[in-house]
């Protein structure tokens, strides 16, 4: 039972992991309605500068500065160099253009760094922890509340700042935010630096717990399923996709695994989402798009 | 469109450039290296621009469809001793067609991205599949599996020069079949369902039929060329040779070839293996190794990324489009339409 119940505290730790990177998918769909596959590209990107920024002796603090100036400057040539000119074509059509995106970012970041593998040391021991007789990461605890407080971040930014406000207001209707003023290229600057940014904070914490690589780019695949099970438009769904995903992943991987010989922790959250997607087209958070004809 | 040369010339011109010139010109590097991978990627490409171009439904499950062909053709070779080589690749292709018509079932229900992440379970599910059971490469502990020696009824086919003339002849009956589908009622009502399903539900289309029949005819296409890639051009492979990389490959080859055109799928792949070697060539006259392997695929992803959102924005319809324009242009010459 106590097995039981580490794996699963577990995985719901390691889930906030991949809600970190679903976070930045949300905020970049809500706002433009792109499903940004250059969300990995980014996390990569970024965590890649800011650890070849340490390595060349810059302060802590300094690198933190340059490698987030660095996400807005990505951010703002997103926005004027791809997205202001596929403005009303189909979603698809989008999804390419940041296929392409991310190949543009991976070559750059490893152009630019190099392709080996960065160690990322950001001064937390990952030594287990007990906390009411559970043994936990205490590398995880930091990632969750690190999270946590991003979470609450977001939604104060969204809350109690003009542009935050207008935000929202794209988010939830484009073209009555237009006829009110709202500049849809600023908004796609700032979401896609929020992202940017978000991504940036992701890259630290899995770059510390897994080398800053290539791999990097991978948990844009990890995501996936968690945007599928939390919608692709709520950040709370998003945090509960990302936990959904982590624990049944673990779950699976350890009592299930060993009968068709491991590895399964690739393809199942994929089934998970593909057999909710059937019984809830929008997640378990999304809006139900009502489609006109 | 109209045209002053009927197409039978120009088919009948493409076949002697083919069949005629390209044999005679070609070395055996070009060949082995260019041509055949060239072929075979154009059999992936036009397989899923049959699925994306033509019927709307995209998928990034390519690599797995092409995984299943050449797993299915190699079993099917390997344990059933007899069994025509021909036969195993179309096993192969039937095979990953029913991979696919059951990796279309979700598009019952879901489109768009919805749609990509099934495949993209497809993907890794299949993966998985060939890593996890040694089974499917003959129990092989590295899971390398070793394909038969090429024989087609007594013919051997098992140098460059056989290996071309074995895939071109496959790509070429695949591809006038493909052709003869896009013109007929299935073609038309593929356009249909892409352009809006819900009018061509309206005027009685079966639209779930008609999709799963796009997923199960393009996948064919796909595990064909799996098998062909796996069988002619690798010679020896593991899961390796198809993971997901390999379906955005392919997925590239026709956005910048052309979504919607048979003819966007050959110069999508041409383009595609071209260019990473034009570019090492240049590299290697100009900047005389100053830049090693690795920095050089660096530079070639920015490339292709590059291209993909230029095509994107510019030429939707990609480089067939610009072709026909071309044509248009030199027809007309050196008058001007616009």
């Not at chain 1, 807005?72 to 995106?101: D, H, I, K, S, W």
């Amino acid at each position: 039972m106590g097995y039981l119940l580490e794996t699963l505290v577990g995985g719901l730790l390691a889930g906030i992991m991949y809600s970190m990177v679903a976070i930045g998918f949300v905020l970049i769909y809500k706002a433009s309605g792109v499903f940004n596959f250059a969300q990995g590209a980014m996390v990569l990107f970024s965590a890649l500068t800011f650890v070849s920024l340490i390595e060349r002796n810059v302060s802590f603090g300094c690198a933190l500065i340059i490698t987030a100036a660095v996400m807005v400057v990505v951010a703002v040539l997103a926005e004027r160099l791809v997205l202001r000119f596929l403005v009303n074509r189909p979603p698809v059509t989008l999804f390419m253009a940041t296929l392409g995106l991310s190949y543009v970012l991976e070559g750059t970041a490893q152009a630019l760094w190099g392709a080996d593998v960065h160690g990322l040391d950001l001064g937390i021991d990952d030594v287990p922890v007990s906390i009411l007789g559970l043994r936990l990461s205490r590398f995880d605890l930091f990632a969750s509340a690190t999270a946590a407080v991003l979470v609450v971040l977001l939604s104060l930014f969204a809350n109690r700042t003009r542009i935050g406000r207008s935000l929202r207001a794209v988010a939830d209707d484009p073209l009555a935010a237009l006829s009110l003023g709202v500049r849809l290229p600023k908004i796609w600057r700032w979401v896609w630096t929020l992202a940017g940014l978000v991504g940036f904070i992701a890259g630290l914490l899995w770059g510390s717990r897994s080398g800053v690589q290539f791999s990097l780019t991978l948990v844009v695949l990890k995501a996936m399923p968690v945007l599928i099970i939390g919608g692709f438009d709520s950040i709370e769904g998003a945090i509960v996709g990302g936990l959904i995903v982590g624990a049944s992943e673990k779950l699976a991987e350890v009592y299930v695994g060993p009968i068709v010989g491991g590895g399964i922790e690739n393809w199942f959250p994929y089934f998970l989402a593909v057999g909710l997607l059937l019984v809830r087209p929008a997640g378990l958070f999304g809006d139900r798009a009502v489609v006109r004809v | 469109m109209s045209s002053r040369w009927p197409a039978a010339i120009k088919a009948s011109l493409l076949i002697i450039f083919a069949v005629a010139i390209v044999p005679w010109a070609a070395d055996e590097y070009w060949l082995s290296a260019i041509l055949v991978p060239f072929l075979i990627l154009s059999l992936a490409g036009l397989g899923l621009n049959l699925l994306t171009g033509f019927a709307g439904q995209l998928s990034v499950g390519t690599a797995a469809f092409m995984a299943t062909g050449a797993y299915t053709a190699y079993n099917v070779a390997s344990r059933l001793p007899g069994v025509p080589l021909l036969v195993a690749f179309a096993a192969g292709g039937l095979a990953a067609a029913l991979l696919g018509v059951f990796a279309g079932l979700p598009s019952w229900r879901i489109k768009g991205f919805y749609l990509v992440v099934c495949t993209l379970a497809v993907q890794f599910f299949v993966e998985w599949l060939f890593t996890a059971f040694r089974w499917f490469s003959n129990d092989n502990s590295s899971g390398q599996v070793e394909v038969p020696p090429l024989r087609i009824a007594g013919h051997d086919f098992n140098d460059p020069i056989g290996h071309y003339w074995l895939v071109l002849a496959i790509v070429a009956v695949l591809t006038w079949v493909a052709r003869n589908i896009v013109h007929s009622e299935l073609g038309r009502r593929f356009l249909a369902v892409r352009d809006m399903d819900t009018a061509a539900a309206v005027i009685g289309i079966p639209v779930l039929r008609t999709k799963l029949l796009a997923f199960g005819i393009s996948s064919f296409y796909c595990g064909v060329a799996g098998a062909l890639w796996g069988f002619v051009y690798l010679g020896s492979f593991d899961p390796r040779a198809w993971e997901l990389g390999r379906s955005f490959q392919v997925l590239f080859i026709i956005i910048i070839g052309g979504m919607g055109s048979i003819a966007g799928s050959f110069v999508g792949a041409a383009f595609m293996l071209l260019l990473p070697i034009a570019m090492s060539h240049l590299a290697s006259a100009w900047l005389s190794g100053a830049v090693d392997q690795g920095t050089l695929s660096n530079y070639q992803k920015i490339v292709f990324g590059v291209l993909i959102i230029f095509f994107l924005i510019k030429e939707p319809l990609g480089l067939a489009s610009i072709g026909r324009a071309l044509q248009r242009r030199v027809r007309i010459w050196p008058l001007r339409q616009w």
